[in-house]
């Protein structure tokens, strides 16, 4: 294990050092420079001293801030198909092994997915995420989602992102047809620690289908779940594995132990390492998405807002499942950090920005400027 305080040296290759803030400032600027993280110093990211951590968000926050400036991109979540699905993750509600008591549907019709989408609209979110579950959806699932895509497109120009579960490539090239911008597929954990998580699928079916969607032209968006009894050893494979992938978006999920599932005993998580998780990912891939996803209500708590230092996108309202924090409370919490909500037609997250343009850009939205903090249903 490499020492909590011991970073590559920025000018002798091969060394380690320890110097406190220094340390953590220089690697922010190697980063910068355009330096690719060891895995010394992933290791080292997570070990940070507690005392040191106001330092590591200082050097994560001005990579954050070259490349995405203040913006705070928000994402809706719709759960087009709950449950009914034969995989069994250890993690989720809707697997065929959890006896927690949560809506059963099929996927929603045109009506239910529209309003979802106006939903998202109004709480300033620039991308719809609609998400089904099973192991992978039918031939009439994926055209009715393509129909339904569609007219979102026509009617609210919102960014799609599809989670469908294991695609075939015929599936893929259809979604990309319709409109379909981003397709999330997680890996979740790492390929050495998958099979501890899941029996049904393996790993490479996962990668297999990121690939399918690459080869399809849409974009990737692929994370990970943080304190299902993973090593750190794990964390940092999984973390590495994103760059091969070459991923646009990183949502990085904070385990929430449901009741009902294998891993409802496991509570693991701090709020201190779940940001020194997100300084990761932000320091091993400065110009990805990074989205503070599901758990981190109930894992960040109180610091939540900080990881806004690293990551620049956050769902917005409930989960697939669960329930999130009230909507006023995050534009009260993006204003709070004098951060500023991306509303408007979708940007991709190919094209960052220099501080200067990022804050300077028209199509924001503070709290004093967003909808009503309604709860919406997910």
């Known amino acids: 294990m490499v020492s909590s305080a011991a970073v590559e ?8 050092q320890s110097g406190g803030w220094m340390q953590w400032h220089l690697l922010g600027q190697r980063v910068l420079g355009g330096h690719a993280l060891t895995r010394e110093e992933c290791h080292a990211v997570l070990n940070c001293p507690d005392v040191e951590l106001p330092d590591l968000l200082a050097a994560t926050f001005r990579v954050r801030r070259e490349h995405f400036g203040l913006k705070v991109h928000f994402y809706y979540l719709k759960n087009a198909k ?26 929603a019709n045109e009506r239910v997915l529209m309003e979802g989408a106006r939903k998202a609209k109004a709480l300033n979110a620039r991308t719809y995420c609609i998400v089904a579950s099973g192991r992978g959806p039918t031939d009439r699932e994926v055209d009715h989602v393509c129909s339904t895509v569609q007219k979102i497109k026509d009617e609210l120009g919102l960014h799609i992102c ?17 409109g379909v911008d981003r397709i999330n597929h997680n890996l979740n954990t790492s390929r050495r620690y998958y099979a501890e998580i899941c029996t049904t699928h393996t790993y490479e079916d996962r990668v297999q289908t990121l690939n399918v969607v690459a080869k399809a032209g849409m974009e990737l968006c692929s994370g990970l779940i943080v304190g299902m009894g993973e090593t750190e050893q794990d964390l940092v494979d999984v973390v590495q594995e994103f760059r091969q992938l070459k991923v646009h978006s990183i949502p990085v999920n904070f385990l929430n132990s449901i009741e009902g599932t294998p891993l409802e005993a496991v509570h693991e998580l701090n709020p201190r390492y779940c940001l020194k998780v997100l300084c990761l990912l932000r320091l091993a891939h400065p110009t990805v998405e990074i989205r503070i996803a599901g758990g981190r209500e109930i894992n960040l708590r109180w610091l939540q807002a900080m990881g806004l230092y690293a990551a620049n996108s956050m769902f917005v309202s409930d989960y697939l499942t669960t329930k999130g924090q009230d909507p006023q409370e995050d534009f009260k919490m993006v204003a709070d950090l004098g951060f500023e909500i991306v509303t408007g037609d979708h940007v991709s997250s190919d094209e960052v920005c220099s501080p200067t343009e990022c804050e300077g850009e028209s199509a924001i939205a503070t709290a004093d400027h967003s909808c009503g903090g309604h709860t919406c249903g997910g």
């Open 162 to 178: 599809a989670c469908l579960g294991l695609l075939k490539p015929h599936q893929a090239e259809k979604l990309a047809a319709a």
């Open 82 to 107: 709950s449950g009914l699905c034969p995989e069994d993750c250890g993690y989720c509600s809707q697997s065929i092994i959890s006896t927690a008591p949560i809506e059963k549907y099929t996927i």
């Open 9 to 16: 040296s920025p000018n002798v290759p091969g060394t380690l």
